[in-house]
């Protein structure tokens, strides 16, 4: 498939296997990009910190934040060094690494890859200094969602360090590349979806195209320089037994310009048990769910073409 998209998205016409159903499709209303979506000065009192974030995560599961500490020459080369691997030719990008996976016959417009070591071919033999600032990057993004994830315990009432092991052992960096497409009415970059993790940290340019669901409306999520858009993950919705709202989001497309964005996602280790935390669970608010291996939830997740809510059914109680 992304192969296919590097070969068309100069074309006049969408390939019919990228045109989506009527009611997935984001159609030709304007989405626009709108200054409500919170925006977090991490350099704020940790008291007014953990409010904010809390509200945020409770209204719209997503915010983004500024004066985070992570130096803008690491982002700003990060995202370099993706512009030049989308850059290559399909045959020297290699096999993709999906997150996201459809049974179904349409294909969304992007094109994705994924990295779990620094040493992962091919992007490690793309540059003379294989992914040196990435993984710096990665470890800023890492120690930032860490920081971010200790003022929700506070809010929430789960006790201090829950997250630093096993919780947040994997970290998938992720690579998306969106084409100009023919037609942004019929397709999508990728389609609505909750990220099934802990949190994600997301990286994107000053071109628009993240979009977030909320109250059945969907308002874009404007780009702001040197800043991380953060999205609170499914699996940190069910620990809190519902405390925090996972972000329902998407990304359109637009037909005349490249975007990237590049995800660090906060993952448990796959044997890792998922659970409510003791801590939020009482005679008045029961846990909405047994414990249950993160592994198993990915299985569903994946088996179910990414619906969240399908995958935890077989874990409700």
Known sequence: MDK??????KDQSLPESYIFPPHERPGKLLVPRCNTVPVIDLGDTRTNLVHQILKASQEFGLFQVVNHGVPPNIMSET????????ELPARRQGEPHRTHKRSKEMQACNQHFGLRSRKDPPVARCFKTPLEVVAACSIEAKKLGLQILELLCEGVGIEHGYFEHELTED??????HYPPCPDPSLTIGIPKHFDPDILTILLQEHISGLQVLKDGEWIGVKPIPNAFVVNIGYILQVISNN?????????VTNSSDHRISVVFCMNPAGDSNIEP????VTATNPPL???FQFKEFMDNFYSMDGDADLALQPFKL
């Open 79 to 86: 995202m370099s060094v993706f512009h030049k691997f989308f």
């Open 289 to 291: 769910c047994r414990g």
């Open 171 to 176: 970290l998938l960096l992720g690579a998306n």
């Open 4 to 9: 296919l998209v590097s070969s068309w998205y």
């Open 277 to 280: 935390a003791k801590s939020v």
């Open 243 to 251: 405390k925090l709202k996972g972000a329902e989001h998407r990304v």
